[in-house]
């Protein structure tokens, strides 16, 4: 991982930034991508060495390719893409649910996910070489009461991810998804709008994954040899059978 050029959206909260700490700790060269710069200037400075910054909201497309081709010469050569930036907005059926929340949805999980492929994959296409890590959910897996648009948003993650790996197939690259389950990080906040309590409620019992163990997992997925890839990775908290049911601690 020493040097590798490593290119994370979403890596100012959660499973992004436990991501970039974990190859930080083995020298890879970073480019760190989220909307608050803020917080991006805050890593860096933790991490420490010389990691690019790119501050862009992943569903304006002129601004990803913006953002991805004003990266310096040595750092466009991206060897492995971390295609984790999403969110969940609201948690509605599908009759009463607010359409800005569909978009933010549409928009961030999947088009911007797409943007960001596509941005990176011209020097990785050159080299004929490369790896791609999306992240999906147990939600691309299977749908849960008023989820139906988040859920449906990471199941094309899942599909993209699937033809993604058929098209590159012939050049060599990897392309994989992780599915986690529950993990405590900002995402319930997010999709709750700042309500603390009924965020906290949903980890409230289930011993759920902290972003470092979703963070180890991708690492693996980045370590196995180059003749071996990853395709799908499904990880849960113990306490988790599938998206909806759970063994909460009473
Ligand atoms: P967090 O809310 O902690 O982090 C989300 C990250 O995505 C932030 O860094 C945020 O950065 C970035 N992001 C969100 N929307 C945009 C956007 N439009 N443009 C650019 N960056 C954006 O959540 P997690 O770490 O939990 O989530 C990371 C990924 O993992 C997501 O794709 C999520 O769907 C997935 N996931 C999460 C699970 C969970 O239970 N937590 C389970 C399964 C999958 P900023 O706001 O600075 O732009
Ligand atoms: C996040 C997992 O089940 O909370 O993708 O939606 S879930």
Same mark, same amino acid.
């Given at each position: ?17 436990? *991501? =970039?700490?974990?190859?930080?700790? #083995? ?36 601004? @990803?390719?913006? =953002? ?14 971390? &295609? ?6 609201? #948690?509605?059926?599908?009759?009463? /649910? ?5 978009? =933010? ?10 943007? *960001?492929?596509?941005? @990176? ?10 790896? $791609? %890590? ?19 948003? !990471? +199941?094309? @993650? ?18 994989? =998804? $992780? ?10 906040? *997010? ?14 019992? #289930?011993? /759920? ?7 180890? +997992?991708? %690492? ?6 180059? !003749?071996?890839? %990853? +395709? ?9 059978? &599938? +998206?909806?049911? &759970?063994?909460?601690?009473?």
């Amino acid at each position: 991982m020493k040097n590798k050029i490593i290119l994370i959206t979403g890596a100012t909260s959660g499973i992004g930034r436990a *991501v =970039a700490s974990r190859f930080a700790s #083995m020298g890879s060269k970073l480019i760190l991508c989220g909307r608050r710069k803020e917080k991006l200037k805050i890593l860096a400075q933790e991490l420490g060495g010389s990691h690019q910054l790119l501050i862009f909201d992943v569903r304006d497309k002129k601004a @990803v390719f913006k =953002a991805i081709n004003s990266l310096p010469e040595d750092y466009k050569k991206i060897e492995l893409l971390i &295609n984790n930036a999403g969110n969940a907005h609201g #948690m509605d059926p599908v009759q009463s /649910a607010d359409l800005d929340d569909w978009d =933010a949805m549409i928009d961030g999980n999947v088009k911007g996910l797409m943007y *960001v492929t596509k941005a @990176v994959l011209p020097s990785m296409v050159n080299l004929r070489k490369g790896q $791609i %890590i999306n992240l999906g959910s147990i939600a691309a897996k299977e749908v849960y009461p008023n989820g139906s648009v988040y859920c449906s948003s !990471k +199941a094309a @993650v899942d599909f993209f991810t699937r033809g993604l790996r058929i098209d590159l197939n012939p050049i060599g690259i990897r392309v994989g =998804a $992780i599915h986690p389950g529950l993990v405590e990080t900002e995402f319930s906040e *997010v999709r709750f709008k700042g309500d603390l309590e009924r965020s906290e409620k949903v980890y409230k019992g #289930m011993q /759920a994954l902290s972003a470092d163990e979703v963070a180890d +997992a991708i %690492i693996y997925m980045a370590q196995v040899p180059e !003749k071996v890839n %990853i +395709a799908d990775l499904v990880i849960l908290p113990t306490r988790q059978a &599938n +998206a909806y049911v &759970n063994n909460r601690i009473k």
